[in-house]
Antibody, heavy 123, light 107 residues
């Protein structure tokens, strides 16, 4: 059974830092690219960042570029998000989500999601 | 970035009804469109990928159609467990973007 379990959320002051983790199990983690997606309280879904299976390709949303860093450790089956210079508007539930390629990679979707970890940025 | 707009933002329906949710992209995205279901306090769940392909394990009462800029998610014979919020998402270009969501409520 595929499982993604996020941790590391909590309350942090504006300007502070936090490191989120996502522990993966039930599949060959090193074969899949991964993402972070967030959801502000009562709001919709916002993609945050992507990392390829080998970490060779990384993308960020403009809203977090230069402040957040995505990484992974395939030996530990883990995905990370280092968040620096946090702002009020970063308050959200952060989900890790697996990328699934369809039709020989022509299409992709987010097929498995963790339960999320809440990050609250407030003084 | 490609903007995704869903309509309606909310709708009420009864068990057994058939409902349709629309998603419009700000530019053509071919069939690079996914649909997700999210229940309160839970993670999103993939329903449909590539506009019309049903994710494994998803009931056949869910169907998707469309291409280019206009897409629909249809739920036939609504069941009590279908009352949730639905999101479309384009995978045509980076960044992937989501619609604002459609909340399906029990009438």
């Amino acid at each position: 059974e595929v499982q993604l379990v996020e941790s590391g959320g909590g309350l942090v002051q504006p300007g502070g830092s936090l490191r989120l983790s996502c522990a993966a199990s039930g599949f060959t983690f090193s074969s899949y690219s991964m993402n972070w997606v967030r959801q502000a309280p009562g709001k919709g879904l916002e993609w945050v960042s992507y990392i390829s299976s080998s970490s060779s390709t990384i993308y960020y949303a403009d809203s977090v570029k230069g402040r957040f860093t995505i990484s992974r450790d395939n030996a530990k089956n883990s995905l990370y998000l280092q968040m620096n210079s946090l702002r009020d508007e970063d308050t959200a539930v952060y989900y890790c989500a697996r990328t699934r390629a369809h039709y020989s990679g022509s299409y992709y979707s987010f097929d498995y999601w963790g339960q999320g970890t809440l990050v609250t940025v407030s003084s | 970035d490609i903007q995704m707009t869903q309509s309606p933002s909310s709708l009420s329906a009864s068990v057994g009804d058939t409902v349709t949710i629309t998603c419009r992209a700000s530019q053509s995205i071919s069939s690079y469109l996914n649909w997700y279901q999210q229940k309160p306090g839970k993670a999103p769940k993939l329903l449909i990928y590539a506009a019309s392909s049903l994710q494994s394990g998803v009931p056949s009462r869910f169907s998707g159609s469309g291409s280019g800029t206009d897409f629909t998610l249809t739920i036939s014979s609504l069941q009590p467990e279908d009352f949730a919020t639905y999101y479309c998402q384009q995978s045509y270009s980076t960044p992937p973007t989501f619609g604002q969501g459609t909340r399906l409520e029990i009438k």
